[in-house]
């Protein structure tokens, strides 16, 4: 077949789970309703941050970057696979491909980087607590959240462009949404440019991000060990072991379709399960698990919810 390069087509045919109707309606109905809870807890974890001066903490600086990031991340993805999953015609036009590309990757990666600040934070909280305020100020907590931003756009840029100068041999992406490893499939030949490049991407912004989180918590964990009150010790375990559990998820999932190797020829099916794993579920963890839990979150919400109680009470008697 004549190689056509992706800039000369108007749209694509995104197959998605078309081969299941009845799988279709199930996932729409879970996926709603995963993205709602999503962008609920992240929304509601951003507004407390913001109104409870409490929670003007670095710890919740980054929690709060992170919420954003996983309401961005699943709002780029989440409403176009809604439309796919109902829509007979299941198609979406080039600059949308573009863009969702390279929203997904961005915010993807962007997390990665993310989430190791975020455990180089709590190693340095609970490690160094009386000196915690001062070495994780914002001139501390800026940068790396910065940091992350620009990790996530910079890469992103430059995998999504290798991509759309791919000449490709068809338009039917076998997924729900334009994910980049399922547009260089329709590759007509493999660039070792391209390869290289993704291959490099992936090893800096997965297994190096992980390794470090790993080290942080191996800290962590040494720090713990030491604590004399059994309490603290099991409430510090209970909270280690729920981020480790949505580590544990995203950094796996996101390995398994990165990282894999190039010969592999599984299932296409179990791809897409995997990119919702990491795409749907993590995002709607996040904020339970991080943050949700924690006493000083619940207050914060129990007055949140009382002064919009107390607000719709007093214009009610006016």
């Not at 108007?10 to 789970?17: A, H, K």
């Not at 391209?194 to 490099?200: Q, R």
């Amino acid at each position: 077949m004549q190689a056509e390069n992706l800039t000369l087509w108007s749209f694509f045919f995104l197959e998605g789970f078309s081969r299941y109707p009845t799988l279709e309606i199930a996932l729409f109905a879970v996926s709603l309703g995963m993205y709602l809870i999503t962008l609920l807890g992240n929304s509601t974890l951003i507004l407390i941050t913001v109104l409870d001066a409490r929670l003007q903490t670095p710890m919740y600086f980054f929690l709060g970057n992170l919420s954003f990031m996983d309401i961005c991340y699943t709002s780029a993805s989440i409403p176009a696979l809604l439309v796919n999953l109902l829509s007979p015609q299941k198609t979406i036009t080039f600059s949308g491909c573009a863009v969702q590309m390279y929203l997904a990757l961005a915010l993807g990666s962007a997390e990665c980087v993310l989430l190791a600040a975020m455990a180089f934070d709590r190693c340095v909280a609970i490690r160094n607590p009386l000196r915690y305020p001062v070495l994780m100020g914002r001139r501390a907590c800026v940068p790396l959240a910065a940091g992350s931003w620009a990790a996530g756009c910079l890469t992103a840029l430059l995998e999504t462009s290798l991509a759309l100068q791919t000449p490709l041999c068809g338009r039917l992406i076998d997924h729900f949404t334009c994910e980049i490893l399922a547009v260089l499939k329709l590759a007509c030949a493999r660039s070792l440019l391209v390869d290289t490049t993704m291959l490099a991407v992936s090893v800096l912004l997965l297994p190096v991000p992980m390794l470090f989180i790993c080290i942080s918590y191996a800290f962590i964990l040494s720090t713990i060990l030491s604590i004399r009150s059994a309490a603290g010790r099991s409430k510090a375990f209970s909270t280690c072991g729920a981020h480790l559990a949505v580590v544990v998820l995203y950094y796996g999932a996101a390995l398994s379709m990165y990282l894999k190797p190039s010969s592999s020829s599984g299932p296409q099916q179990t791809d897409k399960i995997i990119s919702l794993l990491y795409g749907v579920l993590t995002p709607m963890l996040n904020p339970i698990i991080y943050s949700l839990r924690n006493k000083e979150v619940k207050e914060a919400v129990r007055k949140l919810l009382d002064k919009i109680i107390s607000g719709h009470q007093t214009q009610d008697s006016v």
